[in-house]
């Protein structure tokens, strides 16, 4: 037995000795305190540092630069190339500082690198745009060493101004008019968001003229620019030294830690025990794992540095203006809460203003010895029929409380206005509004068995209401404020519309901080899901166009006061059991009033889905839904991703779909079960699609036109079998095909249209939602 002992703690001794050194290597030691912490005006908190390897956390050394002169000291990071104006740990970025705009060669290539690793701490934030300034020219931020695009725009202007600019270059150029400025035309596009790209990191910058005046236009130089969102244009542009401008841009930043973590990529943003230890250093400090690293932040009710000992300090609730903290009464402080409770003397509800009264005085009654006797015998009694009274009291102040809760709510996510928008009919109204009370009976308080599904922004429950509707309920995680206004609209939108082919929305619940929609359930996840992780016929997708078509032609024209959807994409269209379609996500659609042909509104959309006429323009129009529909045909035609494809050349995949077609090389860019399945229909759905995506929207046709050429395919028997359509297409280009009853409306002559290279461009660019 004792030799037992023995070797069971020899065991262990050595199994610990052997993960010491592994601890060890991940652990970065706290800063020391000698360590600088300020450089000229800008403070400089720990992961960062300047100086010795002890004073920073890997990857975060930055150089304070002094110069003989007189000015401040600098902070830079990367190569130099950038000055830190400021240091967010709460927030988790750094506000830089470049000097002027990204050099350009004449082949129209530049490196945006500024000394930013792969595999480093910062990745470009959102918050940037990228924006270039010219004329005619267009403009792509792609990300470092690879071909994914982070951001990309056109900057237009007018020929006459052209002419006229060109020609005092080219005086100036000679001895004339010395130290002129130009108001040059110009483009802002933000980035792509996150979850679209890898890493973030910028790299390469590609500029292109386009046009028949190219030479005219390269001698007014292009300038393109990496900056914070809402920095362009400044007050006075100096178009011959742009290097003496100062260009803020955001970087978002995160602890990449050597060995173990920097493996990591994907996650499910939890922290192990071990991670947080070794990251977060203070012990009220919490930690998240976004993708291939980690960041800390100070739990609810601390603030400060969480990536030191201790540095998450406490936060003073009782400082804050009682409307913050909703006490009213006398407030204790406590480590990471408060406590509140009326002051000594006085009864009531502490969380209401005023709500803390004085009892009222009872005047003073005789004693009565002769009944102390009969006080003394009821007294038990008393005292339990107090206790019962407290307990019904407690429990009705509780149930007041969640009223006054739940009605709290229901303004603050604008109840009282969706109620104004679905009034038209009181049985809608009625039914829209639902309860929280019922949606906790059906989901048992929300019990995690009840969860269908869920992803970073909420979970999915699949229950069943007490009409017998099976449902999904979606209850979002958080909230954003910004965001109730796109809820309210999709709600009142969707409130009005009955189609087949339209995601049916039962009503939502407002009485919770984050509202709450309930769908329909639809099984069978988006066409997305179908189109690219498994694999669809071709007689399904020219189905599901069809039908997605026809939601489409109905919420332009057959509705009361046309619906423009403004966010059309494979994403956003769901599938039934049957693979039935079903037009889902209306947060961003508008009303088009039926005496306007459009509206202008700020751009709102997704990358490779918008309309570049509404993107340059604002003006928002029936056939911008058109344009997103026409890149959907080219998706369902080519099974390609729409964010990841790039050509050879360059262009995006709509861009290369309309140039092969143009070419009579379709065959290049088709699925191969399109070309196997699909017959001479394939041909006259890619001119469909060609014709959708045109520049112009008075050049597209209506979406009743689409659902009404595509209703003719899908009814034609007329298929051409066993490859056939392959044939036709190596035969000599693009075949002619002939007139028939079911082809009789359509225009040859547009699908046929050749592009201009300003058309070209604008198809290959991709705006930003």
């Not at 006459?160 to 600019?165: G, L, M, R, T």
Request: a negative charge; one cysteine or more.
């Amino acid at each position: 037995m004792a030799l037992t002992s023995s070797a069971t703690a020899l065991a262990a001794v050595l199994l610990l000795a052997l993960q010491l050194p592994a601890a060890a290597a991940a652990d970065v030691p706290p800063p020391p305190n000698s360590c600088t912490r300020m450089c000229g005006n800008v403070s400089v908190p720990y992961p960062f540092g300047v100086g010795p390897a002890e004073c920073y956390w890997p990857g975060f050394n930055l150089t304070c630069h002094t110069s003989g002169r007189e000015e401040a000291p600098r902070l830079l990071l990367g190569d130099g190339t950038l000055q830190v104006a400021e240091i967010s740990i709460k927030n988790s970025t750094v506000r830089v500082m470049r000097a002027g705009d990204v050099e350009v060669d004449a082949a129209g290539n530049g490196l945006f690198g500024c000394g930013l690793a792969d595999d480093g701490p910062y990745t470009l934030s959102n918050s940037s745009e990228l924006v270039a300034v010219g004329c005619n020219v267009y403009a792509i931020l792609q990300e470092k060493n690879k071909l994914t695009m982070l951001s990309g725009c056109a900057s237009f202007c007018d020929e006459v101004f052209v002419a006229d600019n060109a020609t005092a270059i080219y005086l100036e150029e000679r001895g004339s008019s010395p130290g002129t400025k130009y108001n040059m035309g110009s483009c802002q596009a933000p980035l792509i968001p996150a979850h679209y790209v890898g890493n973030g990191v910028p790299g390469q910058v590609r500029l292109k003229y386009f046009g028949s005046n190219g030479s005219i236009y390269k001698m007014l130089r292009a300038m393109v620019f990496v900056a914070e969102q809402g920095w362009y244009p400044p007050l006075e542009m100096d178009y011959h030294r742009p290097d003496k401008m100062a260009v803020p841009f955001l970087l978002d930043w995160l602890i990449v830690a050597p060995g173990r973590l920097a493996s990591a990529e994907l996650t499910d943003g939890r922290c192990t025990s071990v991670e947080a230890r070794d990251v977060c250093k203070s012990s009220e400090s919490s930690c998240r794992k976004p993708t291939r690293g980690y960041i800390c932040s100070c739990r609810h009710g601390y603030q400060g540095n969480p990536y030191i000992t201790d540095g998450c300090q406490d936060i003073n609730e009782c400082d804050f203006p009682a409307k913050d903290t909703e006490c009213y009464g006398e407030c204790t402080n406590t480590q990471g809460s408060f406590e509140c409770r009326c002051p000594q003397g006085t009864i009531g509800n502490h969380a209401l203003p005023n709500g803390c009264i004085e009892p009222a005085k009872q005047p003073a009654k005789p004693r009565n010895t002769g009944l102390s006797t009969g006080i003394g015998v009821g007294s038990g009694a008393s005292v339990i029929v107090f206790i019962v009274m407290v307990f019904f009291m407690m429990q009705k102040y509780k149930h007041q409380r969640a009223t006054k809760l739940r009605h709290k709510f229901f303004e603050q996510n604008r109840g009282q206005l969706l109620q104004q928008l679905v009034s038209q009919r009181v049985d809608t109204a009625e039914r829209m509004i639902i309860s929280l009370e019922e949606l906790e009976k059906a989901t048992n308080n929300f019990d995690k068995s009840r969860e269908l599904g869920g992803g970073g922004h909420g979970t999915v429950y699949k229950e069943i209401l007490s009409d017998l509707h099976v449902v999904a309920i979606k209850k979002p995680k958080v909230v954003v404020q910004k965001e109730i206004g796109e809820f309210i609209n999709e709600v009142a939108i969707l409130s009005q519309v009955n189609h087949r082919n339209v995601v049916k929305l039962y009503g939502c619940c407002l009485e919770t901080e984050v509202p709450m929609l309930v769908y329909e359930f639809v099984s069978n996840g988006t066409l997305y899901d179908h189109l690219h992780a498994r694999s669809l016929s071709w007689d399904d997708r020219l189905r599901i166009a069809t039908e997605t078509a026809k939601s489409l032609a109905y919420l332009h024209s057959s509705v009361s006061i046309p619906i423009i959807h403004r966010d059309i994409k494979s994403v956003n269209i769901l599938l039934d059991d049957t693979l039935t379609s079903k037009v889902a996500d209306f947060g961003a659609s508008r009303y088009i009033p039926m005496e306007q042909s459009g509206v202008t509104t700020m751009v709102q959309g997704t990358i490779g889905y918008l309309d570049p006429m509404y993107f340059y323009t604002s003006r928002l129009t029936d056939k911008s839904d058109v344009y997103s529909f026409g890149v959907i045909l080219v998706e369902l035609l080519t099974r390609k991703k729409l964010f990841s494809y790039m050509s050879s050349g360059g262009d995006s995949l709509v861009a290369n779909f309309v140039t092969l077609l143009a070419e009579g090389s379709l065959l290049q860019i088709l699925d191969p079960r399109v070309i196997e399945e699909g017959g001479i229909e394939v041909e006259e759905v890619a001119k469909l699609a060609v014709t959708c995506v045109k520049i112009k929207g008075e050049d597209r046709p209506t979406m009743r036109q689409v659902e009404m050429t595509l209703e003719c395919l899908q009814t034609s028997t007329d298929h051409v079998l066993d490859g056939q359509v392959a044939e036709e297409f190596e035969r000599g280009g693009v075949a002619i095909i002939p007139p028939s009853t079911n082809s009789a409306e359509r225009n040859n002559d547009d699908s046929t249209r050749q592009y201009s290279l300003e058309d070209e461009f604008m198809l290959s660019s991709r705006y930003p939602r």
